[in-house]
């Protein structure tokens, strides 16, 4: 055996030696650290809601003129009461018995937001006041009814606030019109967050708004009463 054979094996055995020692002294590395991942958001402005036109079932479009067919509301807070509507019954002959009378308004609705995202709940409610024609009081014990209202938003909400049939005597207490129910868990179970559109519209004759009359309180002359529409927050009883 020559010396560079001797060499080679040599070098050869102590490479793999060393091998053998670094593999049995090899340690995994493994270090945990935590960052932290934010984001902040604000509440809207207070201020007006645009008043959105619920012909347009839902989709996105603003009510022409809103102020000349209803009352628009001024907003104090982000729970607020957009608009509410006026109610035209027409002009009938004076008939002794009782009568109930379909209203011609063309898109009799109201409309709430909750911009508030505490999941809180609101409820709506609707008095009617005594009728009156010359400054005397008339149609006593008279009512309106709204029945079969259509709930619907612009916006993503898919928990809509619950309705149902209501009747208003005039001179008495109010009625519950719409409630939204409050969280149960997540912000995203409550109910009537963002903006809502409540409307009793039907093609032809609209016997979802009703004015009924009792018998021998009809007169000549144009009568009118006052309703109150209260939006308070939580679902109300």
Request: charged share 15%; glycine share 10%.
């Amino acid at each position: 055996m020559n010396v560079k054979n001797i060499v080679k094996k040599f070098t050869l055995v102590s490479l793999t030696t060393l091998g053998i020692v670094a593999s049995g002294n090899t340690v995994i590395a493994q270090q945990t650290e935590t960052s932290n991942a934010k984001i902040e958001f604000t509440n809207p402005e207070v201020g007006n809601v645009e008043i959105q036109d619920p012909a347009t079932d839902g989709a996105e479009g603003t009510l022409e003129n809103p102020n000349d067919k209803g009352t628009v509301g001024t907003p104090n807070s982000l729970l607020s009461l957009d608009y509410v509507t006026h109610l035209d019954f027409d002009t009938h002959e004076v008939n002794q018995a009782r009568g109930t009378y379909n209203t011609v308004t063309e898109k009799p609705f109201v409309q709430v937001s909750d911009r508030r995202q505490t999941g809180e709940g609101w409820h709506l409610t609707a008095q009617l006041g005594s009728f009156s024609s010359g400054g005397n009081p008339t149609l006593v014990g008279s009512t309106i009814t709204f029945k079969n209202a259509n709930v619907q938003t612009p916006g993503p909400g898919t928990n809509k606030p619950t309705t149902g049939e209501v009747t208003l005597t005039a001179g008495e207490e109010s009625g519950k019109i719409a409630s939204a129910a409050a969280k149960t868990d997540s912000l995203s179970t409550a109910q009537g967050l963002g903006t809502w559109l409540i409307d009793w519209i039907k093609d032809g004759e609209n016997d979802n708004v009703t004015l009924t009359v009792p018998a021998n309180e009809a007169s000549a002359g144009q009568h009118s009463a006052t309703i109150t529409w209260t939006l308070t927050s939580g679902p109300g009883q």
